[in-house]
Nanobody
Framework: QVQLVESGGGLVQAGGSLRLSCAASGRTFSGKTMGWFRQAPGKEREFVAAISWSGGGTSYATSVKGRFTISRDNAKNTVYLQMNSLNPEDTAVYYC??????????????WGQGTQVTVSS
């Protein structure tokens, strides 16, 4: 059974940083893209970032470009999201996703349960 488990969320002041991790178990995602999405209260889930299997291909939402960095460690079957210069608009539940065919795709096969990120002003 495939599981994606996120960690690293929490409460941080505006301007601060957090690093999210997502550990996958049950299978490896060889050749597949992994990504992060988020959902703020009262809003639809939105794409944040994605990374190809090799790490050579990445994409970001405009709202986070230059502040967030996605990376992965295939040996650990883990994807990370380094979030810097956080602002209250980044407050959301962050979800890890895996299994997309390419880093430009938004269709994923597996999803984590989410981790809460709250940014105070």
């Amino acid at each position: 059974q495939v599981q994606l488990v996120e960690s690293g969320g929490g409460l941080v002041q505006a301007g601060g940083s957090l690093r999210l991790s997502c550990a996958a178990s049950g299978r490896t995602f060889s050749g597949k893209t992994m990504g992060w999405f988020r959902q703020a209260p009262g809003k639809e889930r939105e794409f944040v970032a994605a990374i190809s299997w090799s790490g050579g291909g990445t994409s970001y939402a405009t709202s986070v470009k230059g502040r967030f960095t996605i990376s992965r460690d295939n040996a650990k079957n883990t994807v990370y999201l380094q979030m810097n210069s956080l602002n209250p608009e980044d407050t959301a539940v962050y979800y890890c996703a895996a299994g997309a065919a390419r880093y430009t795709s938004r269709e994923y096969d597996y999803w984590g349960q989410g981790t809460q990120v709250t940014v105070s002003s």
